[in-house]
């Protein structure tokens, strides 16, 4: 019996997978000189992990791995490996089950050997979440409106100086002396006014 693709498991995160296989050393990142790309390969430890999980639930294959060769009932594997102990397998009554992260393991597992390794252009913003962005865009939209206010403020007082001086004409300078003199003839008219 095999898994064919539309027996594909829920993936609750494929890229996060990805990254548990990179960093538990079933999969790794592998330049193919014969195709001048960087892809996915499955190492040792596994194909150790993916025959093993094979013949424990009675599959010659998963999804679209490799399969495994006629009669072939055992397989070269770590003595340190328990698949029930790390969480692959369950014990049932007849045979060993599927846990659903070894489900997730070995289809992300078999989906990524030889696919192309797509490198994400860093200088590209991710787009920001809908609350966020809506806020961003908001905020942007405000922040124009306050810089109009400001410059229309701005030409009203330049406007308003312009006119009050045309009223009012231009402000002579006047110096201390004729400060001097001006208080001078009015507090003569005060004395004046007083002795009558």
Same mark, same amino acid.
Request: charged fraction near 30%; aromatic fraction near 10%; glycine fraction near 8%.
């Given at each position: 019996?095999?898994?064919?693709?539309?027996?594909?498991?829920?993936?609750?995160?494929?890229?996060?997978?990805?990254?548990? !296989?990179? *960093?538990?050393?079933? !999969?790794?990142?592998?330049? &193919?000189?014969?195709? $001048? /790309?960087?892809?996915?390969? +499955?190492?040792?430890?596994?194909?150790?992990?993916?025959?093993?999980?094979?013949?424990?639930?009675?599959?010659?294959?998963?999804?679209?791995?490799?399969?495994?060769?006629?009669?072939?009932?055992?397989?070269?594997?770590?003595? &340190?490996?328990?698949? @029930?102990?790390?969480?692959?397998? @369950? &014990?049932?009554?007849?045979?060993?089950?599927?846990?659903?992260?070894?489900?997730?393991?070995?289809?992300? !597992?078999?989906?990524?050997?030889?696919?192309?390794? +797509?490198?994400?252009?860093?200088?590209?913003?991710?787009?920001?979440?809908?609350?966020? $962005?809506? +806020?961003?865009?908001?905020?942007?939209?405000?922040?124009?409106?306050?810089?109009?206010?400001?410059?229309?403020?701005?030409?009203?007082?330049? $406007?308003?100086?312009?006119?009050?001086?045309?009223?009012?004409?231009?402000?002579?300078?006047?110096?201390?002396?004729? /400060?001097?003199?001006?208080?001078? *003839?009015?507090?003569?008219? !005060?004395? *004046? /006014?007083?002795?009558?």
């Amino acid at each position: 019996m095999m898994f064919f693709k539309s027996n594909t498991p829920t993936i609750v995160d494929y890229d996060k997978t990805k990254s548990e !296989l990179l *960093r538990l050393g079933w !999969l790794v990142e592998i330049y &193919d000189v014969e195709a $001048n /790309k960087s892809i996915y390969d +499955i190492t040792n430890i596994g194909y150790q992990y993916y025959f093993a999980i094979c013949m424990k639930v009675g599959r010659d294959q998963m999804f679209t791995g490799p399969r495994l060769s006629e009669g072939q009932t055992t397989a070269f594997i770590h003595e &340190d490996i328990d698949l @029930v102990e790390e969480g692959y397998l @369950v &014990d049932g009554i007849d045979c060993e089950k599927l846990t659903p992260k070894s489900a997730e393991y070995l289809y992300v !597992l078999t989906d990524l050997h030889g696919k192309e390794i +797509i490198i994400k252009n860093q200088n590209v913003k991710a787009p920001k979440s809908g609350a966020m $962005n809506k +806020i961003g865009k908001y905020s942007g939209v405000f922040m124009k409106g306050m810089q109009k206010v400001s410059e229309v403020a701005r030409e009203y007082d330049k $406007n308003s100086t312009i006119a009050t001086r045309n009223v009012w004409g231009k402000k002579k300078k006047s110096s201390s002396r004729r /400060k001097t003199s001006v208080r001078k *003839r009015r507090y003569g008219r !005060l004395r *004046r /006014k007083r002795r009558f």
